[in-house]
């Protein structure tokens, strides 16, 4: 009665807490370490959900007002877009890792020396991209398609969206803040709301105002910039109405070229940035060789890469509820603990994905449907078959995306970057293209899928067991002031 009380409370906790009772039965969990984790990774969960439904619904209402190759046009631009998540997620990798073992070590006076340099990093990275897409859209999206319509629409939306590249690359070290300290309501309340007031602009902007790929993207720009702000303000005064106060105010004032601070970011965040632009980077040659396949697939594709991007929300939750404990563990020097929660956090992450995965697969025809609204459109019967395909890769996505978090807290980054990049681009890219000059055909498509993400969770799985992290984490932990407030 207690597992269902809590379930009607709070599904997604009750979910996590359900798998980790059933876990616990094989003596694979600890009850407290479970309640540990699920209080800090729904939140998260929440906020991907949130994020990832208005990336979805981005595609479906241009899909409902203008039709495939809007879809098309969009999910084009969506790599370049994805830049920012690249080197804002690296950035903010290292200021989880830095903030966590502050705070596990009980150093609130160096956190702020950790939040501002991050600031400075992620706003130097970014900004160049901003010019880029700015000047140069047309010419990046014909780099992946020859489709004047198609070209025309994705670089109208690459053009405008590019100026909220900065504010999301901020935002994401904004909420890498406080899930550091332990609090995964507040990011997800701000990011939450972002992704709301992103939705209604776009429905005013696209339907109402009749802006089309330009509404969409002038969306995504305001709720971004809304987020930003919301969360420098919140870090000043410590609270905002309807979240937990920070542990410390952190003033803007302060020094953010520093230099120590700068390096150990660099050094934590270069191969996370680098793990994720393998994945960015990687859907540009990926989106033109299912370009060979027709407009239609192209479509189907991103459909089903949105699908996918729901189905993975939970492991924004699990992965960066890893990083925050494991990285407070280590800060108390207590690596034994550290690993019980790498593994532990790991186990739950399978079972809820399993979860999603059998829901997704039942209900992959009415959820497709949500993005077309002509029963005839070729694209609703290829984009099912994908949402099957991902709803079986999705398990394994599980252990790579929690390993991952886990290991970034330590600072061992590059074994997960290695492992993306094999499974990606070893791997995933020529599948792809041997589908499309080969008998495989579609099944080069299925494949990749599968591919992208057993790959890289074998390989982040082998090397958190071996245990090396333990001693890189040494040369991170706050053992001396370090960037004061």
Do not use: C, H
Request: hydrophobic share 50%; no cysteine.
């Amino acid at each position: 009665m207690l597992a269902i009380a809590r379930f009607l409370r709070n599904p997604i906790s009750g979910v996590i807490v359900a798998v980790g009772a059933l876990l616990g039965r094989f003596g694979l969990a600890d009850r407290e370490r479970t309640e540990r984790t699920a209080e800090l990774a729904w939140p998260r969960i929440v906020t991907g959900i949130a994020r990832m439904s208005k990336n979805a619904v981005d595609v479906a209402m241009v899909g409902i007002a203008i039709g495939p190759l809007a879809i098309a046009g969009v999910g084009f631009a969506g790599p370049f877009w994805g830049l920012a998540f690249s080197f804002g997620g690296g950035v903010a990798a290292g200021t989880i890792a830095l903030v966590s073992q502050r705070y596990g070590a009980d150093r609130l006076d160096a956190i702020g020396g950790a939040i501002r340099p991050s600031v400075l990093l992620a706003v130097v990275l970014t900004l160049p991209l901003t010019a880029l897409y700015w000047l140069f859209p047309v010419e990046l999206l014909s780099l992946l398609t020859d489709n004047p319509r198609t070209i025309e629409l994705g670089s109208a939306y690459l053009q405008v969206v590019g100026l909220g590249v900065p504010f999301a690359a901020l935002n994401l070290v904004g909420s890498r803040v406080y899930i550091g300290v332990d609090d995964s309501w507040t990011p997800m309340v701000v990011r939450s709301a972002g992704a709301i007031t992103n939705v209604a602009l776009n429905a005013v902007f696209i339907f109402g105002l009749d802006m089309g790929v330009v509404g969409a993207a002038l969306g995504t720009v305001l709720s971004n910039v809304l987020v930003t702000t919301t969360f420098a303000i919140a870090l000043v005064v410590r609270r905002i109405p309807g979240t937990r106060p920070f542990p410390t105010s952190v003033s803007p004032l302060g020094g953010y070229a520093d230099r120590e601070t700068i390096r150990d970011l660099v050094e934590i965040g270069l191969p996370v940035a680098g793990r994720n632009s393998v994945w960015t980077v990687a859907q540009f040659p990926m989106l033109a060789i299912v370009a060979l396949y027709g407009e239609f697939v192209v479509a189907a594709y991103v459909i089903a890469r949105r699908i996918w991007g729901l189905m993975n929300t939970p492991g924004w939750g699990f992965g960066l509820a890893a990083s925050s404990l494991v990285g407070q563990q280590l800060g108390a020097e207590d690596e034994d603990r550290a690993a019980a929660y790498g593994k532990e956090t790991t186990r739950l992450a399978v079972g809820t994905y399993l979860v999603g995965g059998i829901l997704t697969a039942i209900f992959a025809e009415p959820i497709v449907r949500l993005f077309v609204d002509d029963p005839a459109n070729t694209s609703i019967p290829i984009a099912v078959a994908l949402v099957y395909a991902a709803s079986l890769a999705i398990v394994p996505q599980a252990v790579k995306a929690t390993i991952a978090g886990a290991l970034d807290a330590t600072g061992d980054t590059r074994w997960p970057f290695y492992s993306q990049a094999l499974g990606m681009i070893g791997v995933a890219i020529p599948l792809v293209y041997l589908g499309a000059v080969t008998p495989l055909g579609m099944w080069g498509l299925y494949l990749s899928f599968v591919a992208e993400s057993t790959i890289p969770a074998v390989i982040n799985y082998y090397r958190f067991a071996t245990g090396k992290w333990r001693a890189i984490s040494r040369e991170y932990r706050p053992d001396a002031p370090v960037g004061d407030d």
